[in-house]
């Protein structure tokens, strides 16, 4: 299993040169083959800001905007209705923990106060003073026979139980 | 990466015969396994026959709603005027449903094949398959694939892309999904007018779930009297069915089984069923979106799309939750309401509102500050949000909460005389 983090800045930086630059650029440009209008490359443009930033700030929504011909508002009307796409920095390391009814049954909730007490978030939501963890509970990860399953940044992980947490958090040094 | 169960001597392995063959993963291992010789026979038939022969199977749509797959390709232009679009539903996202996720992640070339014939067939030269952004690890496997099979060239002009989704259970309506496609919010569309007359990019489109694509090389190769044979029960529901079984059995997992096959075996004995000393309360039969069903009715369900409507569910898109005697039914259908609210796409009133309103009475009831009537006023609201919508979500939300107060209505009252402790701080 792969350990991926995202490489973005720390909480409340900024950047300001351009994510559209060099192989970025390249790649959006070949997304933008794949459909017929440029507002169809929207999803995967902003997938590829949260790749490079960790979050999408306002300035990287204005910068999609203006490569794809929308206006900043609609790109933010996007943004702020798929879940998936942080507004604000979040930690190094983002956790999603299914909380939904089949999860549930087979004690999720007992998880994520495993991974709130492990990781030192604390609350859901929130960072953890070191800046490494932000745990969140989702709606249903569709793993729902291999309950709980556990999202660390890109890492689908299954059958977390809170026993196991402890050495699912050491795995990300 | 789980491994799927060892097959049961009662399953009939059609769609899920190769899961937990890494080899089958590859483009060599899929072709050594007989994988791409349907589609380059299908490449060489006129479409026309194609869909004929998918009519003739009775293969009905795998995500939920059970359409005949053949009568919706036919309705795609015959005389082709604008381009045409196949969409591809992997945004799994149903509660109690996995099924879509083990076929793309163990037999990622069958999706491929079963995409790529049926593109063929509504003479689509573009395929979207729409998997939703949780699914990371049936993406990368999906890409791999794609690459390794375009690079021997076994799609001919047809051009397939991957479409990431980003955390939205709406976008699994066939509408929401082409809006997202778009570079849209997800919000489902007004119909008429139908995909197959204006879809994505306004152009014909047809959208079909993952598990009924990869049925469709079986049904060439084998023929759709095989296919037709394979019903159990009712000859309207024909072939295989991936079931996704979770919560309280001894041994959740995908099984497949022919449709007809009884709900009761695939629980007690594929599943193993409950764990020691506990009994079966209530059980989910098709994923969130369908009423619970009672012990009684549990035991006395076929799982065929009439079977299930016969015990007053749904067959839905199969994914099957089991609650057992220590589960909280209204803690669980808080749960699910919660769960509605959160995915609305606020678009209509009676959903935006209905989903959260039905949200915040259960878990007072659950902080037990329930009023009398509050059980009237949640069976009130549901009305309002049943066949009122542009999409089926809010119907969806009151599925269970209609069936469990009719159902479980004692669980509910003990809350309101509170003979049961709160569980939730108000």
């Keep these: 299993m792969s350990v991926s983090a995202h490489p973005g800045p720390p909480a409340g930086a900024e950047e300001t040169a351009p994510v559209f630059a060099g192989p970025t650029l390249e790649r959006l440009q070949q997304l933008l083959t794949r459909y017929p209008t440029k507002q169809a490359a929207l999803l995967p443009a902003l997938w590829l800001v949260q790749q490079a930033r960790g979050w999408i700030s306002d300035r990287d929504m204005a910068e999609v905007a203006e490569l794809l011909g929308l206006t900043p508002a609609y790109v933010k009307g996007v943004v702020s209705f798929y879940t998936m796409y942080h507004q604000h920095p979040v930690g190094q390391h983002f956790v999603q923990v299914c909380t939904t009814s089949p999860c549930n049954l087979c004690g999720a909730e007992a998880v994520v106060q495993a991974l709130l007490e492990r990781t030192g978030a604390k609350e859901l939501g929130a960072t953890s003073p070191d800046g490494r963890w932000t745990v969140i509970e989702v709606e249903c990860l569709g793993a729902c026979g291999f309950a709980t399953p556990v999202l660390v940044d890109d890492d689908f992980i299954e059958s977390v139980t809170p026993e196991r947490v402890a050495e699912l958090v050491a795995r990300y040094k | 990466m789980g491994f799927p169960h060892k097959p049961h001597p009662r399953e009939t392995l059609v769609l899920s015969q190769h899961f937990g063959q890494a080899e089958a993963r590859s483009y060599k291992g899929w072709v050594k396994r007989g994988g791409y010789a349907m589609l380059e026979q299908a490449l060489a038939t006129e479409p026309a026959k194609i869909i004929d022969v998918v009519k003739e199977s009775g293969l009905r749509g795998r995500g939920g709603a059970g359409f005949p797959t053949g009568l919706k390709w036919s309705f795609m232009p015959k005389e082709k005027k604008k381009p045409h679009y196949l969409c591809v539903n992997a945004d799994e996202s149903e509660p109690g449903t ?80 082409m809006n997202s496609i778009e570079g849209k919010r997800g919000n489902p569309r007004i119909k008429p007018p139908f995909p197959a007359a204006a879809g994505v990019f306004g152009m014909p489109t047809t959208i079909n779930n993952v598990e009924t694509l990869v049925a469709v090389p079986h049904i060439l190769k084998r023929g759709a009297a095989w296919y037709k044979g394979l019903s159990l029960s009712n000859p309207k529901s024909t072939g295989t069915k991936l079931f996704s079984v979770c919560g309280h059995v001894r041994a959740p997992g995908n099984y497949e089984v022919t449709l007809g ?102 878990e007072r009831i659950l902080a037990g500050q329930g009023k009398t009537a509050d059980l009237d006023l949640l069976l009130d609201l549901a009305d309002n949000m049943t066949g009122k919508t542009i999409c089926v979500l809010s119907d969806s939300c009151a599925a269970p909460v209609v069936s469990g107060i009719k159902k479980f209505r004692g669980e509910f009252e003990d809350y309101l005389a509170g003979r049961r402790r709160p569980v939730l701080v108000a």
């Design chain 2, 261 to 362: 096959f009884p709900l009761k075996d695939l629980v007690y004995e594929l599943c193993g069923g409950m764990r020691p000393g506990r009994t079966l309360k209530a059980c989910i039969p098709g994923g969130s979106s369908v009423p619970i069903l009672d012990r009684a009715e549990t035991e006395g369900c076929l799982l065929d799309y009439e079977g299930v409507v016969e015990q007053g569910s749904m067959l839905g898109s199969g994914g099957v939750i089991v609650f057992d005697d220590s589960a909280d039914m209204v803690y669980q259908i808080m749960r699910l309401a919660r769960f509605y609210a959160h995915e609305s796409c606020a678009q209509c009133t009676q959903c935006r509102e209905g989903t959260a309103w039905t949200t915040k009475i259960l």
């Design chain 2, 98 to 177: 996995f099924k879509d996720r083990e076929i793309m992640r163990w037999t990622p070339h069958a999706l491929l094949e079963g995409t790529a014939i049926a593109a063929h067939a509504i003479q689509a030269e573009v395929a979207y398959i729409y998997v939703r952004g949780e699914f990371t690890e049936p993406y990368a496997i999906l890409e791999k694939a794609l690459t390794e099979a375009g690079a021997a060239g076994v799609f001919g002009q047809l051009q397939i892309h991957l479409h990431r989704g980003a955390g939205a259970y709406i976008c699994g309506e066939e509408t929401a999904l």
